[in-house]
DNA sequence: ATACTTCTTGACTAACTAAGTCATAATTGT
DNA sequence: ACAATTATGACTTAGTTAGTCAAGAAGTAT
């Protein structure tokens, strides 16, 4: 049940970037300093945003990177899927990321319990995150 | 945000011994043969919820383990929690197990918006595991 | 008492993942 | 051309996961 660090830097960059969007572009030695990132390590972490679609980014001086969607348009379940892999605690409940258990002695979905029980703990947390946006995010609303 | 084997294992296992409460007691081999676990790393899973306070066994010709806890007092929070350790995704929202966040640019803890959301998945996970009791679990019931 | 079955302990391993580092290449502005 | 910056991929180190294995201690029926 654990975010790893890799997604908690990719949320606190995409942190710095909310905040710089629509003004400035950011470079990475920025974000690194403001948020306690080591660099290259946050490098690849920018990279698999971009690749995911999130940022664009441009080389050479007075380069750096910035987001390419609406901050209100990227949801940090999004992020973190990107970066983590799937939300759901067990394949089997997972909805981006479906896995058949092999060895689940329970034949039908429906009757196995453990499929039960984390089916309701994917949706909870699918429910929080797949509707906390960047915005939301930044600005520290609560969405309780 | 995985489940991982050891705690699916412990609850399938638990599974078991709740349908067998009150009448008899299970051997190792026949936990394994009917929720397909290997049976020595079974064993490692028995014998920390024993070590937990879940569990009592007896050796010798028919021994074997059984609850020493009514099933509706046993939560899959504690038991995932033997296993698996805290249920928040962050140690500086964890209730059971805080730790303070070394590197946090946030001095304040209110302000991080990371613990903010962090705050609230967790509050969810344990709110459905920590309700969610070994009677439920082995009826099937919803807990929506 | 003995044999049998069981639990108990601890060490061990192979594979994977997390978290990071490093070197080098490619691009851009001046 | 040059300096600043991103891009890419290989590499490392430590820890975790998911087991396996061997030997021992202990209870029970006979």
Redesign the interface.
Known sequence: ???SKKS?YG??AL?ELTAAHGTVTLQRHDIAA???IPIEFLEQILLALKRAGLLTSRRGIKGGYRLIKQPRDIT?GQV?RTL?G?????GCVSKTAYQKCS???YATRA?C??Q???G??RD??A???DH?TLED??S?S???
Do not use: N, S
């Open positions: 049940m654990k975010l908690e949320l606190r942190l403001r948020q306690h940090l973190i983590d799937p939300l759901a605690p067990i060895e689940c002695p009757r319990p453990v039960q029980v984390m309701t703990v909870a947390i429910g929080i995150l906390y995010f930044a520290g609560r969405k309780a």
